[in-house]
């Protein structure tokens, strides 16, 4: 078993941050000591197999990503990113665990999918990784399976209000998903859009002619986010079951889950980077093509309307908990394209699982957020919203040794060709320069990544079986 000491850095937790070294015991970690400690009188640093030098430099717990879609079959075709290169690229980035969906489609059965993204993810993955699962149509196999899944270690269900005939489940169904939540103690999430408004705006718009990238933002409007998540919190609230909003792009749905939450709901939300940095006047409305980059659901929303400064606020007043990147990569050549002509065929989804850890440490520099709420919203809470807190998430003894040595001072060139390791031909982040950079990576106590080189190999991350939410009272 190796033993690795990580010394002379500033450790960083969510309570708080300290000089302090960390030793790791093969795949754990073992302690967390002031500086050049003695343990039992014994020189910790000539004990060890190997010293990682991290003076001047953050040391946090990994990245836990706990909304990804790999090789997600979607919009006719399949997200481009495989278990193998999207957790090998989550790496790159400190991203050390992450929890992807399981998908249901109509009429197929929940358990056999679960057991087909197993077969997908495992001996692939770079990283440790965990499910979720998606129900579409609530059939009665589906509330048994959701029994049958949380002893798997599976403990939340992704449900969706858009996406008619494919995703989409209606007010009924959703409710007897919410009721069966509420008694098993599943954390129960929501893509919340109102599809039937959006998809009559969808029809107008192309019959109208409007057919360019920019029109997908244009008619999945604000409102049909803040209708949609009022609604999934009234479901919520009438059965008791904790509610869980993915990817939140409109500062009314944020107003939404502040409002529920001040009445002392157990209702969470996450946003993504793309809803913190990017916006529909300078991404979607590229000129072409070009915004099909951007295409994703919820929409990226109007920067004049002030949503990403909203979203920024909300993180730091935990209005949202977290952050997560909704990782579901799409190539512009053979995928993107299809919506050449009707932005309706264009396949939702941007891939950012690499620089999720980057891009909100410029919330750091900025001032938006403070460096341990850094480490919340981007580890912490996603290992405790989602079951893994102690072994995710937390530099502490018994925790899993997934850490990453930050440099503040290092400088990270986000594109193509530069610090790209994702499987799609464009970058949705191209050309920013970063503040700050990942130099080291440990998963399990290996070092997967460091001064550059990728040390890891597919297959080195195991699946975790999550407990129920730990952040619920
Ligand atoms: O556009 C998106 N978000 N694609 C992935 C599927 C989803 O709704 O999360
Ligand atoms: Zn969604
Ligand atoms: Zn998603």
């Known amino acids: 078993?190796?033993?690795?000491?990580?010394?002379?850095?500033?450790?960083?937790?969510?309570?708080?941050?300290?000089k302090a070294d960390v030793l790791i015991d093969g795949e754990t970690i073992a302690a967390v000591l002031a500086p050049g400690s003695t343990l039992l009188g014994f020189d910790v640093a000539a004990h060890v197999d190997r010293v990682i030098d991290a003076a001047g430099k953050y040391v946090i717990p990994g990245g836990v990503d706990a909304h990804t879609h790999m090789e997600m079959p979607f919009g006719g075709t399949f997200a481009s990113d495989t278990f193998e290169t999207g957790t090998?690229?989550?790496?790159?980035?400190?991203?050390?665990?992450?929890?992807?969906?399981?998908?249901?489609?109509?009429?197929?059965?929940?358990?056999?999918?679960?057991?087909?993204?197993?077969e997908k993810a495992d001996?692939?993955?770079?990283?440790?990784?965990?499910?979720?699962?998606?129900?579409?149509?609530?059939?009665?196999?589906?509330?048994?399976?959701?029994?049958?899944?949380?002893?798997?270690?599976?403990?939340?269900?992704?449900?969706?209000?858009?996406?008619?005939?494919?995703?989409?489940?209606?007010?009924?169904?959703?409710?007897?998903?919410?009721?069966k939540g509420a008694s098993n103690g599943a954390l129960m999430m929501?893509?919340?859009?109102?599809?039937?408004?959006?998809?009559?705006?969808?029809?107008?718009?192309?019959a109208a002619g409007n057919t360019a990238p920019l029109h997908h933002g244009l008619t999945r409007p604000w409102q049909t986010e803040e209708e949609a998540t009022h609604r999934a919190i009234m479901i919520a609230d009438l059965t008791g079951a904790p509610l869980y909003i993915v990817h939140v792009s409109a500062k009314q749905a944020v107003e939404q889950i502040a409002a529920a939450r001040d009445r002392g709901s157990n209702v969470f939300g996450e946003t993504c980077p793309q809803y913190l940095y990017?916006?529909?006047?300078?991404?979607?409305?590229?000129?072409?093509?070009?915004?099909?980059?951007?295409?994703?659901?919820?929409?990226?929303?109007?920067?004049?309307?002030?949503?990403?400064?909203?979203?920024?606020?909300?993180?730091?007043?935990?209005?949202?908990?977290?952050?997560?990147?909704?990782?579901?990569?799409?190539?512009?050549?053979?995928?993107?394209?299809?919506?050449?002509?009707?932005?309706?065929k264009i396949p939702n989804g941007i891939g950012s699982v690499e620089h999720r850890m980057d891009l909100l440490y410029q919330g750091v520099v900025e001032g938006r957020i403070s460096l341990e709420r850094w480490v919340e919203v981007t580890a912490t809470t996603p290992a405790r919203m989602f079951g893994m807190y102690g072994r995710k998430g937390v530099l502490q003894p018994g925790a899993d040794g997934d850490v990453v040595v930050y440099d503040p001072k290092g400088r990270t060139s986000i594109g193509i060709g530069k610090t790209h390791h994702m499987n799609m031909d464009y970058s949705a982040?191209?050309?920013?320069?970063?503040?700050?950079?990942?130099?080291?990576?440990?998963?399990?106590?290996?070092?997967?990544?460091?001064?550059?080189?990728?040390?890891?190999?597919k297959g080195d991350g195991v699946y975790v079986k999550r407990g129920l939410s730990q952040y619920l009272v």
């Open 429 to 457: 982040w191209e050309g920013r320069e970063i503040d700050g950079h990942v130099d080291t990576v440990l998963s399990r106590g290996k070092v997967i990544v460091d001064g550059g080189a990728y040390l890891g190999a």
């Open 278 to 344: 990017l916006s529909v006047e300078e991404q979607l409305g590229a000129p072409g093509f070009e915004g099909a980059k951007w295409v994703c659901s919820t929409p990226l929303r109007s920067r004049a309307e002030g949503h990403q400064d909203h979203m920024w606020q909300a993180l730091r007043t935990n209005d949202l908990q977290m952050v997560s990147t909704d990782h579901c990569p799409f190539c512009m050549k053979g995928q993107k394209d299809l919506g050449l002509g009707d932005f309706s």
């Open 190 to 206: 929501m893509h919340a859009e109102n599809g039937s408004v959006i998809d009559v705006l969808v029809e107008q718009a192309v």
């Open 1 to 18: 078993m190796t033993r690795t000491l990580i010394a002379g850095g500033t450790v960083v937790n969510a309570t708080g941050s300290s």
């Open 123 to 179: 001996g692939s993955c770079a990283i440790d990784y965990g499910f979720h699962q998606i129900l579409s149509d609530i059939q009665p196999e589906s509330l048994t399976a959701m029994d049958e899944l949380i002893a798997e270690g599976v403990t939340s269900f992704k449900l969706f209000m858009a996406y008619k005939g494919v995703f989409l489940s209606d007010d009924g169904q959703i409710l007897r998903a919410f009721q």
């Open 88 to 118: 090998r690229a989550a790496a790159w980035g400190g991203t050390t665990t992450i929890v992807d969906f399981v998908v249901q489609y109509p009429h197929e059965r929940v358990l056999d999918r679960f057991a087909a993204w197993h």
